[in-house]
């Protein structure tokens, strides 16, 4: 009779597992979006998108984990092509002086930009970055032309062997040449550049610990550590490392982000009260019931001392299934694709003419 029991146990937690791995694929909730906005399909089958990156107001660049590819489409005739194939694992996208960058599993390779629109001419900036539980992720390009990549970590928490895992890479787009940047970033998946105040990136912390640790927020200060893997629960922020100035729930990896413009319809604070950043959460297997699966809007204000920031961080929309790449359009409206279940593409609108620039 004991032994019934603990198999009738033994599978309820093994079809609650499983139901809770692909809730946000099959649940069939429509996601829904704070009052004054709403959220429309733009496009279907796009893969696995994990990059979004627009060339003008109707063409958008979308990386394609699951085919190896950085696919063009049009939002109004969803026409499409492929700019560049054969890639492995891409992620993230960044164009400047004619040229692509784009990072793969651990690689960042450039491109010249031809005259019909092709990625040709590859040049290798930088290779053989260990590639383990996650990956190189997004690249931005600096103001002052320096390319960062995002290098995930290996494994959940050990030491690293190669010093270019779990951390911010700067490299110098002509030669590869190339270093960390800020190191202790376990899997920082995106990041923006805010103009007047410097650079914001999200990164996700190791599982397995129940309430420990939450999502983050960081602001980028060169040459400095951000505590994994030393971040334990009793030191969350060990001696001599960065805090974030913003956190969100543990494990529900906090990851696409961007910079609401000014003139965006959606909420967001005034230049003169600071600024307001936006981001995707994917949602985890690593939590017991669903969470996550939503947008954030990230309140920032700047504070008295030199790269000092304090944040005010709510759900603008939820059911959102498992959103990752996430971007304004030139006219401030906010797309962002869900990576599975064949990819999709959505936009979030005002429902009203004009909307405040800040509420």
């Known amino acids: 009779m004991m032994r019934r029991h603990l198999l009738a146990v033994a599978l309820f937690l093994v079809a609650l597992l499983l139901v809770r791995q692909i809730y946000p694929y099959v649940s069939g909730n429509e996601p829904t979006v704070v009052d004054g906005y709403e959220i429309h399909l733009v496009a279907t089958d796009l893969g696995g998108p994990t990059c979004l990156v627009w060339v003008n107001h109707t063409h958008l660049m979308v990386c394609d984990r699951d085919s190896g590819a ?5 939002i109004e005739s969803d026409e499409r092509r492929t700019l560049l194939s054969g890639l492995d694992r891409p992620h993230g996208l960044a164009l400047g002086d004619g040229q692509a960058f784009v990072s793969e599993a651990g690689r960042l390779t450039a491109h010249n930009i031809s005259q019909t629109g092709l990625f040709v001419d590859e040049r290798v900036l930088v290779d053989g970055v260990p590639v383990g539980n996650h990956q190189t992720n997004t690249v931005d390009i600096l103001p002052n032309g320096t390319l960062l990549c995002h290098s995930g970590s290996t494994c959940n928490i050990c030491d690293e062997k190669d010093g270019r895992n779990a951390a911010l890479l700067w490299v110098n787009a002509s030669t590869g040449e190339h270093g960390v940047l800020a190191s202790g970033v376990r899997n920082s998946f995106d990041g923006v550049w805010v103009e007047d105040h410097g650079y914001f990136f999200t990164d996700n912390g190791r599982d397995w610990e129940g309430d420990h640790p939450p999502e983050e927020l960081n602001f980028m200060i060169p ?7 030393e971040d334990e629960p009793e030191t969350p922020v060990p001696e001599g490392t960065q805090g974030p100035v ?9 990851n696409g982000l961007d910079v609401r413009p000014v003139h965006s319809p959606l909420p967001g604070l005034s230049p003169a ?7 995707t959460v994917y949602g985890s297997w690593n939590t017991l019931l669903p969470q996550g699966h939503e947008i954030l809007r990230i309140d920032v204000y700047p504070g008295d001392g030199e790269a000092t920031y304090t944040t005010e961080i709510t759900r603008f929309a939820w059911d959102a299934g498992t959103p990752l790449p996430l971007v ?7 797309y962002y694709a869900i990576f599975g279940n064949g990819g999709s593409l959505y936009a979030i609108h005002s429902t009203t003419p004009t909307a405040p620039s800040s509420q």
Do not use: K, R, V
């Not at 040459?223 to 893997?229: A, F, R, V």
């Not at 913003?246 to 906090?254: A, E, I, Q, R």
């Not at 304004?328 to 906010?334: I, S, W």
């Open 70 to 74: 950085i696919t063009e489409l049009n």
């Open 223 to 229: 040459g400095e550590n951000y505590g994994w893997p």
């Open 246 to 254: 913003g956190t969100w729930t543990p494990h529900t990896s906090m």
């Open 273 to 279: 009260e600071g600024f307001t950043l936006y981001a």
């Open 328 to 334: 304004f359009h030139p006219d401030g409206t906010l």
